[in-house]
């Protein structure tokens, strides 16, 4: 007599609630086999033809993955049903066609706002989300372009708004407009100031601006934009302090907020990066440069560079003293020194606990903060005469890695706005126009005009 194949449970792969009846096919199979020690028995009907290929249409609801058109294969001898695709190749091409709609159908729900999967997974209150959603209305983005080609895409920060003139000022790097940039930061990098940039306003609107001043040395750039604008600044912090909880704001290049929680880390520039950089986990795209990091408070305590192998970003103190120095005197004066240095507390403890003990020498100055005795001594000397061919000496305390030894120093250095430019002929880098005392990284530094 033929019978219907057996029931299949509700999870394949579990055992059936009951003992599967048998077909004729299945019955002469088994019995022959019982008499070699089979074990398995054959099963041939599909798991549920009507419903193979019966999966969501691109246009219904509700949205739903199709059923795979299964059929038993063979039965365990503890009753589980082991499954299969069915060999009927009618019932496979309406599964197949009905799994693309399915997969076009799941990628438009992805680009729905509410439904795309978010990367968000530390924990924030509502305040938050609204400061937070505050302050991105002053983080725009910028792109430059030369001869109708993009050269690069950044971010800027709107820093001040003047109502009377309807005019705004942005914060960014000079990334945006380098169409030559090498890994080392202390080699020569062309710019082409003369690029059309572009701001990319929050209503998907643009506007052009121009380039009103710009650092090599410390990449940054200040753009004014004018017209019927209406933007919110952010102000400038100077504190920032080695292991600050943080959070860095930025825009990708379809104008998206970049958003991160982070950490000022405790580690020095490596070999090929400036001095003046800080440092976090970041990571960031290279469209991210020129991007905020944010106090608690929203304060923009400095602004992001895409570096490996960690995020760099050059502290709003100097920042702020570039732009006083440039608003007052119309250029930088910076001395250059010819040396790359390293910051004692960053070493680790076993060493400082050497050098403390050999050479009475526990404490220095951050690297960072010598930036700012740098540019006193440029600023000083700007306010006595404007000549930048005229030499300054500064006097400072080194402990010379090499030759362990300490000592006072006077270098007399010549002053720049432009970029310290090393070149790596010798084994000590020398620096550019520098008629100083050659030497590397230093351990421990004071300095004083």
Known sequence: MMTSPPRLPSDPGKPAASSPRRSMEETSESDSGSARG?????????RDRDSAGSGSDSSGSPFRRPKAPLMPICTEEDGTVLYGF??????????????????????????????????????????????????????????????????????????????????????TSTWLFCTKKPLDDWTKKEYATEAKVNVHMLDDSTLECRLMFFSEHYEIAFFEISGD??????????????????????????????????????????????????????????CGTGGGVLDAGGKIVGMLFYKLPLVAFIPSSLILKCSTMWQHFRQLARPQLGLKLRTLAFLDIPRIELMSRKFSISSGLIVGELEHVLLGVGEEHLQKS??????????????????????????RVGLS????????????????????EEGPAAAACEAKP
Do not use: W
């Open 417 to 436: 706005d432009h970029l310290e430019v090393f070149h790596s002929d010798d084994e000590d880098a020398k620096a550019e126009g520098n008629t100083g």
């Open 86 to 171: 069915t060999d009927d190749q009618d019932v496979m091409d309406r599964y197949h066609d009905d799994m693309q709609k399915y997969i076009k159908k799941r990628d438009r729900h992805k680009r729905m706002l509410t439904l795309a999967p978010s990367s968000v997974t530390e924990r924030r209150t509502f305040k938050e989300t609204e400061s937070v959603l505050k302050y991105a209305e002053s983080v725009l983005s910028l792109s430059a372009y030369l001869d109708g080609k993009m050269i690069n895409q950044c971010t800027g920060i709107v820093v001040e708004v003047d109502a009377f003139r309807n005019s705004a000022i942005i914060l």
């Open 38 to 46: 089979t074990k398995r028995k054959r099963v041939t009907e599909p």
């Open 386 to 411: 404007n000549d930048l061919s005229s030499k300054v000496e500064v006097e400072i305390g080194v402990f010379h890695v090499r030759k362990r030894i300490q000592r006072f120093i006077t270098l």
């Open 229 to 286: 604008i209406s933007l919110k600044t952010l102000s400038l912090e100077c504190n920032v302090e080695l292991g600050q909880d943080v959070f860095l704001l930025a825009r990708d290049t379809n104008l998206n907020l970049i958003y991160k929680r982070d950490k000022v880390q405790l580690v020095d520039p490596c070999e090929h990066q400036q001095n003046h950089y800080q440092f976090l986990n970041g990571p960031i795209p290279q």
